[in-house]
């Protein structure tokens, strides 16, 4: 399984448990995706806010405050602006931050829009900044302005825009433009779900897939899926693929633990990379301080691959400390190895 940067400069990568997906990743999970809000799984909070917003503007017979979605990737922004969409019968117009270039693009996109349709920004914190201050004049004022001429002779003439509602998805929402995030009405954050939500996700899908998933199976695919459903429905086309060539077609606690061995996704749901940065911290640097271009080395990787892949994961379950002398070790790392701590281990602080 390799990682790296891409030509661009993004992280690429071949993990299982990777939250990002790519363009055969979203073949298949558009067909596990809900179509409506009570077909969604997780996020209560969020979900029911949004329906009472939907189901207000929809009583006033106008379109809806633009909406705002953060939170990781892989936990349902793109799907709960699809449902947006379908809740308010209405079509949806689908682009991303990277994809505008220029103001310009931007307006080509507003002036082609309907009378209530919803527009999805998906990376919206990746928008060009003159194509941000354009939109949240469009945001507000529902209008764009179009620059005719050159030169001093140029001239901006007001093009009114019919109502439409913006769906912004991003998992960097410090990095919106305060003016743009003050446009949206409603701003809801994503979390990760927990092993039985991810259980019900599974019985979803599996049921979409026809296929039977034995609960235990369900449970331990949850249970390594990070509180990610776009992971967990990964792990449970892997697990069904191994139940159709090596088992009898059965996706049980066998099946589950046999397939998930063969991609090296371990109990906690670490895989290759992860594992081989805890076994650096812990074996070849005795559980740190090390820096991270030091740490990335010592694993065949770049830095920016371990920051951006492996490491938040890590930090977030507790086996990894970040300190200002660098990564340490926690508790956590050393017992999942199997190994041993120093007597006089690191600290956050030391």
């Given at each position: 399984?390799?990682?790296?940067?891409?030509?661009?400069?993004?992280?690429?990568?071949?993990?299982?448990?990777?939250?990002?997906?790519?363009?055969?990743?979203?073949?298949?999970?558009?067909?596990?995706?809900?179509?409506?809000?009570?077909?969604?799984?997780?996020?209560?909070?969020?979900?029911?806010?949004l329906?009472?917003?939907?189901?207000?503007?929809?009583?006033?017979?106008?379109?809806?405050?633009?909406?705002?979605?953060?939170?990781?990737?892989?936990?349902?922004?793109?799907?709960?602006?699809?449902?947006?969409?379908?809740?308010?019968?209405?079509?949806?117009?689908?682009?991303?931050?990277?994809?505008?270039?220029?103001?310009?693009?931007l307006?080509?996109?507003?002036?082609?829009?309907?009378?209530?349709?919803?527009?999805?920004?998906?990376?919206?914190?990746?928008?060009?900044?003159?194509?941000?201050?354009?939109?949240?004049?469009?945001?507000?004022?529902?209008?764009?302005d179009?620059?005719?001429?050159?030169?001093?002779?140029?001239?901006?003439?007001?093009?009114?825009?019919?109502?439409?509602?913006?769906?912004?998805?991003?998992?960097?929402?410090?990095?919106?433009?305060?003016?743009?995030?003050?446009?949206?009405?409603?701003?809801?954050?994503?979390?990760?779900?927990?092993?039985?939500?991810?259980?019900?996700?599974?019985?979803?899908?599996?049921?979409?897939?026809?296929?039977?998933?034995?609960?235990?199976?369900g449970?331990?695919?949850?249970?390594?899926?990070?509180g990610?459903?776009?992971?967990?429905?990964?792990?449970?086309?892997?697990?069904?693929?191994?139940?159709?060539?090596?088992?009898?077609?059965?996706?049980?606690?066998?099946?589950?633990?046999?397939?998930?061995?063969?991609?090296?996704?371990?109990?906690?749901?670490?895989?290759?990379?992860?594992?081989?940065?805890?076994?650096?911290?812990?074996?070849?640097?005795?559980?740190?301080?090390?820096?991270?271009?030091?740490?990335a080395?010592?694993?065949?990787?770049?830095?920016?691959?371990?920051?951006t892949?492996?490491?938040?994961?890590?930090?977030?379950?507790?086996?990894?400390?970040?300190?200002?002398?660098?990564?340490?070790?926690?508790?956590?790392?050393?017992?999942?190895?199997?190994?041993?701590?120093?007597?006089?281990?690191?600290?956050?602080?030391?």
């Amino acid at each position: 399984m390799a990682e790296g940067l891409g030509p661009s400069g993004d992280v690429t990568t071949e993990r299982l448990v990777r939250p990002g997906s790519d363009d055969v990743e979203r073949a298949a999970e558009a067909a596990l995706r809900p179509r409506r809000f009570d077909e969604f799984v997780g996020q209560v909070v969020v979900r029911d806010q949004l329906s009472l917003v939907l189901q207000a503007a929809l009583g006033r017979g106008k379109a809806p405050d633009h909406v705002l979605l953060s939170g990781p990737p892989g936990l349902g922004k793109t799907t709960l602006a699809m449902i947006i969409a379908a809740e308010l019968g209405t079509p949806m117009r689908v682009t991303s931050g990277p994809a505008i270039q220029h103001a310009g693009d931007l307006a080509a996109v507003l002036s082609s829009l309907e009378e209530g349709e919803v527009l999805f920004l998906d990376e919206i914190h990746r928008l060009a900044r003159p194509a941000a201050e354009l939109l949240y004049v469009a945001m507000e004022d529902f209008r764009v302005d179009v620059v005719v001429g050159k030169g001093a002779g140029a001239s901006a003439i007001p093009l009114a825009l019919p109502p439409f509602t913006v769906v912004g998805a991003t998992t960097r929402a410090g990095l919106l433009p305060a003016p743009l995030r003050d446009r949206f009405g409603f701003t809801g954050h994503l979390d990760f779900y927990s092993v039985a939500e991810l259980e019900r996700v599974l019985v979803r899908s599996a049921g979409l897939l026809h296929v039977e998933l034995f609960p235990d199976a369900g449970y331990e695919i949850a249970s390594r899926s990070r509180g990610t459903p776009r992971i967990a429905n990964r792990l449970l086309r892997r697990v069904r693929d191994w139940a159709q060539v090596r088992g009898d077609g059965r996706l049980d606690l066998v099946a589950a633990n046999a397939a998930l061995t063969v991609y090296e996704v371990d109990a906690l749901g670490l895989d290759r990379l992860d594992r081989s940065v805890l076994t650096a911290l812990c074996v070849r640097f005795a559980g740190g301080p090390v820096g991270l271009t030091t740490l990335a080395v010592a694993v065949g990787e770049e830095p920016e691959t371990v920051e951006t892949v492996a490491e938040p994961f890590l930090v977030r379950e507790g086996l990894v400390g970040r300190t200002p002398r660098g990564r340490v070790a926690m508790p956590a790392a050393w017992e999942h190895l199997g190994l041993t701590p120093p007597v006089t281990g690191p600290t956050l602080f030391g």
